[in-house]
């Protein structure tokens, strides 16, 4: 009963830890010291009016500096890339915005790309499923006491889609190359856009059906059939 995201919580903390004293260290430089060394002017006044003015007077060896922290921007970039990293890889979650996961669109990349994240939701699966059969099995002893009308609970299906993007392309490929090895019901299944694919051979036998008629073809092959009357009447002409 833990989230995903449950394990990579001090991750998760560590990450904005990182990214909230990067925010503070700019505003670290908006507040830093001026220091100033051998300054002519040494009165209270006389600073005011530097400030004011916004000129500063030294003396030949003098020097003005702010006093700022130095940063390893570079130190900062690797340690946020590195928890970044472990994030995805501990709680199994592609990162989606690298640039590497769109480098290859095939099917069988994208899958290995999401192999964690999928073992994880087929273990979520396995165990909404086994829960749901539970439900069923409730419902059904309950109709079959209460109103006599049990069902096969076993007779349902939990079926779970994935949220994948696909390459159709692929997918089309692979059913032509098996058109004739398997049936046409199994190679309507493979594609993803096809919800029932009995019903999708009924309206391609329609189709099929309608453009015979069109083209004046009946179902048993002939073609602009001899209506039987007028057949009957040609046979009593010629026996005449």
Known sequence: RLGDFENV???????????????????YFNDAYLVI????????????DMKNNRIIQLDENGEAEWLIKNINDTHVQNVLDRIQ???????????????????????????????GLEQDAVNKERKFKKGLQRRFELI?????????????WLDLKVIFTRNIPTNILEQSQVVANLNGVVSRQTLLSILPFVDDPLDEIRLLEEEDAKQLDQLGFTNNGMTNPINEEEDDEEDETGDE
């Open 85 to 115: 990293t472990d994030i995805h890889r501990f709680s199994k979650t592609p990162n989606l915005t690298d640039e590497n996961f769109a480098s290859n669109l095939s099917g069988v990349a994208i899958r290995f790309k999401l192999w």
């Open 9 to 27: 919580i001090t991750l998760i903390d560590a990450y904005e830890m990182v990214m909230a004293d990067s925010v503070n260290e700019i505003q």
């Open 140 to 152: 059904s002893n309950f109709l079959g006491k209460v109103y006599k009308t049990p069902f096969n």
């Open 37 to 48: 060394r051998n300054l002519l002017m040494t009165d209270k006044e006389d600073i005011q």
